[in-house]
């Protein structure tokens, strides 16, 4: 049995070896909590057992483990400065903390491979269906919050600029292309911080289920995300107006 509330108790006992008060760590512990909420409400619109339900929570509960001593250790985000899903695996299987979590070993296959992918440039490798529509859910509920983030959180926070500073910048011209492409953008692509803030709205080329993209369309996350920028550079508000236009199609595309 999957025990979601006593599994939090120790998430919380966890984060006490953590800095709470870092805004950055604050983030990622909203953030988690977020994405159990996303993850739960993506199994409940798909009419998921209530096994998978609780699995979908506690896969969300723990899937960035990893982000908490990768801000320890290097303050920031950036993919090249740690692996956070390998460190969290690497936590939480080669030493053992999931046990501190889960007594049972029944879905440990499920919620490895899911975490593991759950950051991915694209997934792939998955041949189990269970662990499949875990590893799939889990990377929508991530987006799903992150777009939260994106539209609440300080923007000098995980990117180091003001939305001022980012709207004078200009997007890099291969990272356009891409989202003209339907691609996720790399992160080693991402040059300047509007390389960063149009990867945000290329996020939704990588939607799994309709249900996630009806959350998106309810929540107009698209044209919120796009719009929280004020755009002085001219050529970067065409821009970005055409991938508002763009990306919107794209949606309502997936859904027919």
């Not at 025990?3 to 998430?11: K, L, P, Q």
């Not at 501190?100 to 694209?122: G, M, Q, V």
Request: glycine share 4%.
């Amino acid at each position: 049995m999957i025990n979601y509330t006593f599994a939090r108790e120790i998430f919380e006992s966890y984060l006490n070896d953590y800095d709470r008060a870092d805004d950055k760590v604050r983030l990622k512990i909203v953030h988690t909590y977020g994405v159990v909420g996303q993850a739960e409400c993506i199994a409940r619109r798909m009419r998921l057992s209530e096994e998978d339900t609780a699995l979908a929570k506690l896969i969300a509960l723990l899937h960035d483990l990893g982000r908490f001593e990768q801000l320890r250790r290097f303050d920031s985000f950036e993919p090249d400065t740690m692996d956070h899903a390998a460190y969290g695996v690497q936590v939480l299987f080669e030493e053992g903390m999931l046990r501190k979590f889960l007594p049972e070993n029944t879905w440990d296959s499920i919620i490895r491979t899911a975490i593991a992918k759950h950051s991915d440039y694209c997934l792939s490798g998955v041949t189990d269906a269970r662990a499949l529509l875990h590893a799939r859910l889990i990377r929508d509920a991530d987006k799903l919050d992150n777009c939260r983030v994106k539209l609440v959180d300080a923007t000098e926070t995980f990117l180091g600029a003001s939305p001022e500073e980012i709207g004078t910048q200009e997007i890099s011209p291969n990272i356009y292309d891409a989202v003209f492409q339907n691609k996720c953008i790399l992160s080693a692509d991402r040059k300047t911080t509007m390389d960063y803030w149009v990867s945000y709205v290329a996020y939704f080329f990588d939607i799994n289920f309709r249900e996630s993209m009806d959350i998106i369309e309810e929540n107009d996350f698209i044209s919120r995300i796009i719009r929280r920028i004020p755009y002085s550079n001219p050529k970067t508000a065409e821009q970005m107006e055409r991938i508002e236009a763009y990306v919107k199609q794209y949606a309502r595309d997936m859904k027919r």
